[in-house]
C-alpha cells in the first residue's frame, strides 16, 4: 500500500468523477444544498460519452424529450431538432446546461483521475490525477457511465497496419474523412451499425467483419416540425412524470399481457403496431413476457426477422443479418437503432464477411487477412465496444480501507449493494454503476432519480455528523444473489453480451445491471433508507 499523503491544495465535501449527466446533476445539486463539491473530467469540455462519441452517425437511442433533464426551467427553454439527436447536438444540450447552470467553473477539465486512495484517520479520498492535482474529499462519487473504457481485442498484428485505425469510443475530434476510401469496420455493435450507416454512403468500398449479427430495430427518426415540437412541449411533464414508474425509465412500459394469450392476429396487429413507433418501443413496449418465455420471443424475432428479409436483395445476405434460427433471443443484448442499415448492404460497394465462417486471422500493414483471404483497407474502424459498467470504475486505481483495489475485489465478480456501494470503499457512492438499473434504464432518467438518492443520502449523513458509510458485506453478497435470482426466470443469460460481462475475455460471467426494473429497485432502496439505510455501516 502506498503512503498516504498529509498534505492537499484542496478540500471538498464531495469530488465527483465525470462530467456527463450523473455527474453535472450531482454537482449541480450538492452545490445547491451549501456543500463544497468538484468534478474531475477526463474530456476538454462536458458531456461525458458525448465528448468521446463523435464518430460518423453518432446518435442519442432515445426520444429527444426523454434525453434531457425533467427540470421544467431547464426543458421550457430547450428543443432538439431531430427526434433522435446527433452527438453534435446533444453537445449543444450540455452547452446550454453550462450556460444555465454555470457548471464550468467547478470542473477540472482533461483531469483523468489515475487513483483515490481513503485515509482512515481523516476519513478522506485522496484522489490524484493526469494533470498532476491532488485532491481530498470526505465522498467520491464516480459517474463514470457504463461505456468509458474502450474494448480493443487483442487481434494479431493490429499494431502493424500503416493505414488509419480508430476505436469508435476514441474518435478523432477533428473527424475522419471516409469518402473514397476503402473501409472496414469490426464489430457491429450499436456504434458499428451507425458508422455502417455513414460509410456505406461516403466509402468507395466497405467491408463490414461481422461475428454476431445485430437484431437492430426501426428507429422511425424525424426532423421536428413546429406543431411536433408544440405537441411534445405539451406531453413533456406528464412524460417525466410516469418515468419511476416504469422499467426502463422511459415514457412507456411492457403491454400488461402475454404474447402466447392473444390470437395470431391481434399479436401481428401490435407487433406492427409497435413496430411502427420506432424506436426502443418494440423492446420495452412489448408484450412483458417476450423477455421471459423463449416462444414468446420467438414470435417478436420472426416479426423482427421477416421486417429485415423484406429490405434485402440478397438471401444468403439476409440469412447473415438475420438467420432463420436466431442466435440469441431477441432483445437481450442491448438493442440498436437503424435508419438505414439494411438496405447499405445491397449497395455494390458494401460488403458483408461472416466472421464465424471466415475468422480473422491478422490484421496486416494493409488491411485485415481472414480465412479466406486479405481485405486491403485504407482505414480501419474497431467498433469493438467496451469494457462496459465496471471498466470506467476499475481502469482507475482505486484503494479501499485494506489496500486492495477495486479491481482486485472485483476480480471474481461484481459485489456491490444497492448498485452503488461495495465494502472495503468507504464514502465512495458511484453511479449508473454495476447491479443498478443503469444499462436498463434511460440515461438521464437514472442520472436524476438514483443521483437524488445518492444526493439525499449524503445530506442525510452530512446533515446529522456522520463522516463515514460502507456496505455491508453481507448485504452486497445478498444483492449479489437477488441480482442472480432476478436473471434465472429471463432470457437474458441466453447471450453473450455486455450485460453479462460475457464481451470481454476473462471477465466474470454475471448480469451487471439490475433487471427487476426501476420501480422495484427504487422500492427497495426506500426500504433501506427508512431503516437508517439498512446493508450500510454508519458512522
Request: proline share 5%; glycine share 10%; hydrophobic share 40%.
Amino acid at each position: 500500500m502506498s503512503q498516504v499523503q498529509t498534505d492537499t491544495v484542496e478540500e471538498l465535501d464531495v469530488l465527483v468523477i465525470g462530467a456527463g449527466f450523473a455527474g453535472i446533476y450531482q454537482l449541480d445539486r450538492l452545490r445547491s444544498l451549501g456543500y463544497s463539491v468538484k468534478v474531475y473530467e477526463a474530456g476538454s469540455r462536458i458531456g461525458g460519452i458525448w465528448y468521446w462519441n463523435c464518430y460518423p452517425g453518432a446518435r442519442v437511442d432515445s426520444d429527444g424529450p426523454m434525453y434531457q433533464f425533467s427540470r421544467e426551467d431547464l426543458w421550457k427553454e430547450w428543443e432538439y431538432s431531430e427526434r433522435f439527436p446527433d452527438w453534435s447536438e446533444v453537445r449543444r444540450y450540455f452547452d446550454y446546461l453550462d450556460e444555465k447552470l454555470d457548471l464550468s467553473k467547478d470542473i477540472r477539465f482533461d483531469a483523468r483521475v489515475t487513483s483515490a486512495e481513503f485515509d482512515e484517520t481523516r476519513r478522506q479520498w485522496i484522489v490524484r490525477a493526469s494533470d498532476g492535482s491532488t485532491v481530498r474529499a470526505t465522498f467520491l462519487v464516480p459517474c463514470t457511465g457504463f461505456g468509458s473504457k474502450p474494448y480493443v481485442p487483442p487481434i494479431p498484428g493490429l499494431d502493424s497496419f500503416r493505414g488509419e485505425c480508430y476505436h469508435t469510443g476514441l474518435w478523432p475530434q477533428s473527424g475522419v474523412d471516409l469518402a473514397g476510401k476503402r473501409v472496414g469496420v469490426i464489430g457491429t455493435g450499436a456504434s458499428g451499425v451507425q458508422v455502417i450507416q455513414e460509410a456505406a454512403r461516403d466509402a468507395a468500398e466497405l467491408t463490414v467483419f461481422q461475428r454476431t449479427p445485430n437484431l437492430a430495430f426501426r428507429m422511425g427518426q424525424q426532423t421536428l416540425t413546429p406543431e411536433q415540437q408544440k405537441e411534445i412541449k405539451d406531453g413533456q411533464a406528464a412524460g417525466y412524470a410516469i418515468r419511476t414508474t416504469t422499467f426502463g425509465g422511459f415514457d412507456y412500459d411492457f403491454l400488461p399481457m402475454s404474447a402466447l394469450d392473444v390470437s395470431p392476429e391481434e399479436r401481428e396487429a401490435t407487433y406492427e403496431r409497435i413496430w411502427g413507433m420506432g424506436g426502443f418501443t418494440f423492446w420495452l413496449g412489448t408484450f412483458q413476457d417476450v423477455l421471459f418465455d423463449a416462444k414468446a420471443n420467438d414470435t417478436a424475432y420472426e416479426f423482427w426477422r421477416k421486417k429485415v428479409w423484406a429490405r434485402i436483395d440478397d438471401p444468403a445476405v439476409a440469412e447473415k443479418l438475420a438467420p432463420v434460427v436466431p442466435i440469441h433471443p431477441l432483445g437481450v443484448k442491448r438493442p440498436s437503432l437503424e435508419q438505414n442499415y439494411y438496405e447499405a448492404y445491397n449497395q455494390d460497394n458494401v460488403t458483408l464477411v461472416d466472421l464465424r465462417a471466415n475468422p480473422i486471422e491478422e490484421v496486416t500493414a494493409t488491411g485485415v487477412r481472414t480465412a479466406a483471404g486479405e481485405v486491403e483497407l485504407d482505414i480501419l474502424v474497431l467498433a469493438t465496444g467496451f469494457d462496459s459498467v465496471t471498466g470506467g470504475l476499475t481502469a482507475m486505481d482505486i484503494r479501499g480501507t485494506g489496500g486492495i483495489t477495486m479491481r482486485e475485489k472485483w476480480a471474481d465478480g461484481v459485489s456491490a449493494y444497492m448498485g452503488v456501494a461495495t465494502a472495503g470503499f468507504p464514502n465512495l457512492l458511484f453511479l449508473y454503476g454495476p447491479q443498478s438499473p443503469s444499462g436498463f434504464c434511460n440515461g438521464p432518467t437514472c442520472a436524476e432519480i438514483q443521483g437524488e438518492l445518492i444526493v439525499r443520502m449524503i445530506d442525510d449523513l452530512l446533515r446529522s455528523g456522520r463522516t463515514r458509510v460502507e456496505a455491508d458485506v453481507e448485504a452486497e453478497g445478498a444483492w449479489r444473489e437477488h441480482v442472480a435470482e432476478l436473471v434465472v426466470p429471463t432470457l437474458f443469460d441466453r447471450a453473450d453480451s455486455w450485460y453479462m460481462g460475457a464481451n470481454i475475455p476473462g471477465k466474470t460471467r454475471q448480469m451487471l445491471n439490475y433487471p427487476g426494473g426501476l420501480p422495484t429497485y427504487l422500492t427497495k432502496w426506500e426500504e433501506s433508507a427508512a431503516k437508517d439505510y439498512a446493508g450500510f455501516t454508519i458512522t
